[in-house]
């Protein structure tokens, strides 16, 4: 049941099944990960749409993707081969781990779009490389233009002020969430991000500073005394993964997921032109994996637990997500030397294995319990 500011997010999702996308008078451009630069494809005229995958069966991807990749991508293709993606025009995809990075190619012989593309993305900051990101920008640009987009520079100023606005209300949220203030759980906090991957900015903007509103006069209090936990890995897409967890007796005050915290920070970059905004951000983001090492992330969650006074780390994976599971080992090895607990889940794309989630989770809350208390 979801809590009363969240509720017209969850409407938001149900009106994008209910009504085709493309009656909306929308031009769309899919997306897999968040490190596509969307503020661009926003600014050429169209509106990103991210791919979801959930839940499902897989049969039409058999052939086309092998069984050892991430449920995500196999689920999200096997919709797209349905037709249920028919709507987009195209595909773009910023280079992250190489499963969304060989899809790009598959979705392109199978699916068709145009653009279907590939953004190279640099993963050292210097001046090269900032230069090599401008050029590979542009090069986005030139696509998207041919494909009937209007770029231009004030476009691009336009939608940086929509996106760094969102991303600074949503950051405000996780604030909130780290005192254990938002009157809302964490399986409606995920429905609110997920409303957004769906949803113009402009109007998913007015929703959310709504929210944050509601959020001010409705403060939590009186919850059942529960542990404050960091969820951290690749994307959660069911809500109820989360409310299993809180079922459990943990609270999520804090992520470091593709679905949450690390699509947000920073809200914006620094620079005289739109460009280098988005340059400069791209740099300084929260990093995922696939683009950075362990022994550098660490510290990062590290810190994301002392701020959050999470007093635990669940890394939740989607089952064969290797530039996550890789990391694993360094991350546990380095959360132990802080003292810090951790356990550690896999999603299949079947089904959520709801017993032995629940049983998992209880038994980490049970030795924190009995570890703190
Ligand atoms: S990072 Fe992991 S979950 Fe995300 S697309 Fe790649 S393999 Fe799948």
């Known amino acids: 049941m979801p809590s009363q500011p969240a509720a017209p997010f969850y409407e938001v999702l149900k009106e994008n099944e209910r009504v085709t996308p493309a009656l909306s008078g929308e031009r769309y451009v899919g997306y897999f990960c968040t490190y596509t630069p969307i503020e661009i494809i926003h600014a050429a005229g169209f509106t990103p749409f991210r ?17 050892f990749i991430c449920p995500y991508m196999r689920v999200a293709t096997e919709k797209a081969l349905r ?16 499963v969304a990075c060989g899809l790009i190619n598959i979705w392109k012989d199978n699916i068709g779009g ?11 900051d210097n001046e ?14 030139e696509k998207l233009d041919r494909a009937g987009g209007c770029f231009s520079e004030e476009r691009l100023e336009h939608s940086l002020s929509l996106y760094d606005e969102i991303r600074r ?63 951290s890995g690749s994307l959660v897409e069911e809500p109820r993964i989360l409310e299993i967890i809180e079922e459990s007796g943990g609270r999520i005050c804090a992520d470091d997921l593709c ?21 400069d951000r791209h740099m300084r983001r929260f990093p995922c994996p696939s683009r950075s090492r362990a022994r550098d992330r660490a510290p990062l969650i590290i810190d994301l637990v002392r701020r959050s006074a999470a007093r635990g780390v669940i890394f939740l994976f989607q089952k064969f997500c290797t530039p996550h599971l890789a990391d694993y080992p360094i991350l546990n090895e380095e959360l132990k030397k802080e003292r810090i607990p951790a ?25 924190l319990g009995e570890r703190d208390g």
């Not at 145009?114 to 050292?124: E, Q, T």
């Not at 090269?128 to 640009?141: C, G, P, Q, V």
């Open 51 to 67: 791919v979801a995958g959930g839940l499902d069966s897989v049969s039409l991807a058999d052939t086309l993707t092998p069984n």
């Open 259 to 279: 679905t949450g915290f690390r699509q947000w920070s920073p809200a914006t970059g620094s620079g005289a032109r739109p460009l280098d905004r988005v340059i």
């Open 114 to 124: 145009d653009p279907c593309h590939l953004v190279p993305l640099p993963y050292n």
């Open 343 to 367: 356990t550690v889940f896999e999603m299949e794309e079947t089904g959520i294995m709801e017993g032995q989630l629940r049983t998992r989770m209880e038994t980490f809350f049970e030795t």
């Open 128 to 141: 090269a490389s900032r230069d090599f990101l401008r050029s590979a920008l542009k090069e986005l640009i």
């Open 83 to 98: 037709g249920e993606y028919g709507f987009l025009s195209g595909l773009v995809q910023g280079y992250t781990c190489d």
């Open 169 to 231: 209300v949503i950051l405000d949220l996780y604030d909130r969430r780290y005192e254990g203030s938002l009157p809302f759980s964490a399986g409606d906090f995920l429905t609110v991000i997920q409303a957004g991957y769906v949803t113009p900015p402009e109007r998913y903007l007015g929703l959310l500073k709504t929210l944050r509103d509601e959020a001010d006069h409705e403060r939590e209090d009186g919850q059942p005394p529960s542990i404050p936990v960091l969820v």
